[in-house]
Every structure is written in C-alpha cells, then in structure tokens.
C-alpha cells in the first residue's frame, strides 16, 4: 500500500511527466471541455498538496479516518 508521501510524489511524477492528452489517455476521458476542468483539477489538486508537509497530511487523514468512525 502506498504511504502519503509515496502518493504525492507519485501524482506529482506524473503531473511532471505527462500533458493533458496522457491525462485523458490514463482516465479514458475523451479530449473536451470536461477533460480540460477535470485536468485543471488536478493540477490544483497537486499545488495544494505540496502545501502540506507529510506528516500534517498523515495527520489530517488519521484525524478525518477518527471522525468517520464516529
């Protein structure tokens, strides 16, 4: 199973190696406006990640897993 910081790296390799028409070849997206919002997503999704240390992100997730739980 991937660690947090295993899982960020791996997105942001991806967002480094790749181009929005890879991103829609790995999701079987067809090239359109819906693709396009979804890659914009994803290249914030990335940014804000990296707006975070590992451990406040294990610490984030372990507190949102605790408040599921109740």
């Known amino acids: 199973m991937y660690t ?10 991806f967002h480094w190696k790749t181009d929005y028409k890879q991103f829609c070849q790995v999701l079987n997206l067809d090239k359109g406006q819906y693709s396009l919002q979804k890659y914009h997503h994803f ?8 707006e975070f240390d590992s451990d406040s992100l294990a610490k984030l997730v372990e507190a949102g897993a605790i408040a599921e739980q109740k």
């Open 43 to 50: 290249e914030n999704l990335c940014k804000a990640l990296n």
């Open 4 to 13: 947090l910081k295993s899982f960020v790296q791996s997105l942001n390799t």
